[in-house]
């Protein structure tokens, strides 16, 4: 995850409280949905980044995971994600994703 | 494949049209560049200095033998196509084309030794010093390039002594030229304060305009027209050029057409960072068919921050460097000839303020909007051309297939419509899209890539229409988080030349005819009676 997002992810979590925080992600594939979602939970993998180290926990989705889809008003998601779902591989990216949550989050 | 006969689409019959005469195509391989330029690797040296990637990344680099055995090379300067490097299996950086000329249809691939003299050819503020025993024994292979006249030469000096550039460096905050590790050039600063005008920005500079000129001399020769005909050039670039009071006043374009001695042109510079390239196409296209300059060329130049950029994934994964070239490209524009593609303006596409950034109305707005204003369907356009990356570099670095993620965009979205049928999505994307091949140069992936083969292609009869797509991602100069692109179609030429308007005489003439078939009839109607 770049520098400066994971900058922002941390000043959301220390002002917001990080059981307040979820993070919603859009990456185009599951290693770097993974990349992402472990910097967010146990700290950037890469030592790069402000979150190196840091142990956030927090929830953290993509937006074509079913528990998240659900959330969504079906209009305003298929007029915004609908494509990208038939685009992207869903499932790669769900079983990146549902490991790190069942490991990492604290929330 | 169905053709739209021009009539049932052109608003306006009498619209100049312009066409693509020639194409260039180049790359310059500059392996030192990617550790002393590539920001991956300056910002490497400020980090994390002592760490395992600088002490790798050397044993990565390759030579320049084997950047022109790279499949995906030969197909950017034109010996081999994209449908022969889909053939290959990838990944291709393990593999050694059949072809590793170093002159190709469309251009060449350049060495680092040439770059650094034409760099210095490019100079015109005795900024470059260079080593003379470098000069002496590179000059000669300069001067054999075809490209590259006397004019050009000329600017070239002798060079300096070795501990000059070494003191240059050392004590005058120059930026160092390296060649097979060596110390062989300096670039100074312009100014002693002024940081737009410092060392390093001068040697990004000076590399643009360089790989920009070499651009021009291709397309300008490969078009088949004399320099003199070039009225404009337009630079579309992401680099920026200017000083402190004006930090991007500009002008690339103008630069480069100096060097390249086109003598009776001036031109301007274009900026939308990767969307750069369609703009300035739409843009040149538009000045040909309104009669404002009959010839136009579009020209970019190469980056060298972007040298190694993914790097550290492709040492890594044990793989040599492959963004290691510089590219650049230029393509000539003129008037409607009768022969060449056409730009058609009447099917253009925006992404515009109101667009928003949905992955879906991005593609709605570059690409079924302007074919549904033009009564077309997605399967009508022969091929797209959208961002051209070569996978062999983004795959290893996360970024997936970029050509490929645009095409199963493209598909979704017509599967949306109702344009295909989802289980034909794959063959949709086998038939109208393309393997990527261009290096991962910002600009220089984006769309067009593909003109040189378009127009072999239409000019064969092969394709009728392909649509270029460019887009751009705006946020990263911190002025908007709106997304860019913008689309243009080129269609084989129908064969038909403009005509001014009908002429005088010719008006004279139908009446006359008519006021004669007139009176004939009169008489007969007379004779009747």
Known sequence: MDLENQKRVKEFAEKYGPENVVVLLGASEGEASGLAAETVTNGDPTYAGPLTGVQLGLKVYHVCEPEIKKEFDPEVYDKNVGMMEMVLDVDDISNEMKPIRDQYCKF | MKYRENSARRKDDNTVKSVIKGTGYILVHTPDMVLHNGTTQTTER???????????????????????????????????????????????????????????????????????????????????????????????????????????????????????????????????????????????????????????????????????????????????????????????????????????????????????????????????????????????????????????????????????????????????????????????????????????????????????????????????????????KVTDVDKFSPEMQNPDITKPAGAGDVPLANYKMIAALSVKRGDIQRADMMKFIAEHGMTGWAPTQGHIPSGVPCLGFVRDNMLKGNIHRVMVIGKGSLFLGRMTNLFDGVSFMVEANDGKKEEAGVSEDAVKSLIAKAMKDFANTLLAQEEKK
């Open chain 2, 46 to 376: 400020i980090v994390n200095p002592d760490g395992e990637y600088l002490k790798e990344l050397p044993k990565h680099i390759r030579t320049y033998e084997e950047a022109l055995s790279y499949w995906p090379n030969q197909v950017y300067i034109g010996n081999k196509t994209p449908q022969e490097l889909a053939a290959v299996e990838q990944p291709w950086y393990d593999k050694t084309c059949d072809m590793n000329d170093r002159f190709g249809r469309f251009g060449q691939i350049m060495p680092q030794e040439e770059f650094i003299l034409l760099m210095q050819a490019c100079d015109v503020f005795e900024l470059i010093y260079l080593d003379k025993d470098f000069v002496a024994a590179h000059k000669g292979e300069l001067a054999a390039n075809p490209l590259i006249d006397e004019t050009i030469m000329a600017r070239i000096n002798e060079g300096v002594d070795k501990a000059e550039v070494e003191r240059l460096v050392k004590e005058e905050h120059s930026e160092g030229l390296y060649n097979k590790g060596v110390l062989v050039g300096a670039v100074n600063r312009a100014h002693d304060i002024d940081t737009n005008l410092s060392a390093h920005v001068m040697l990004e500079n000076i590399v643009s305009k360089a790989s920009s000129v070499l651009s021009l001399l291709a397309a300008v020769h490969n078009a088949g027209i004399a320099k003199s005909e070039v009225e404009y050039v337009v630079d579309c670039c992401e680099e920026a050029c200017g000083d402190m009071n004006q930090r991007g006043g500009g002008n690339f374009a103008k630069a480069a057409a100096e060097i390249a001695g086109l003598t009776g042109a001036t031109g301007s510079d274009c900026r939308g960072f990767c969307a750069g390239p369609s703009h300035a196409i739409v843009e040149a296209a538009a000045l040909v068919a309104a009669g404002a300059y009959k010839t136009v060329v579009v020209t970019a130049g190469g980056c060298t921050a972007k040298l190694g950029m993914n790097g550290k994934d492709h040492v890594k994964k044990g793989m040599p460097i492959l963004e290691d070239c510089l590219g650049g490209f230029a393509v000539v524009i003129t008037q409607n000839d009768g022969v060449n593609p056409e730009i058609n303006l009447d099917i253009l596409g925006r992404h515009t303020v109101g667009t928003g950034s949905a992955p879906q109305a991005v593609i709605s707005s570059l690409v079924t909007d302007p074919l549904d204003r033009a009564g077309l």
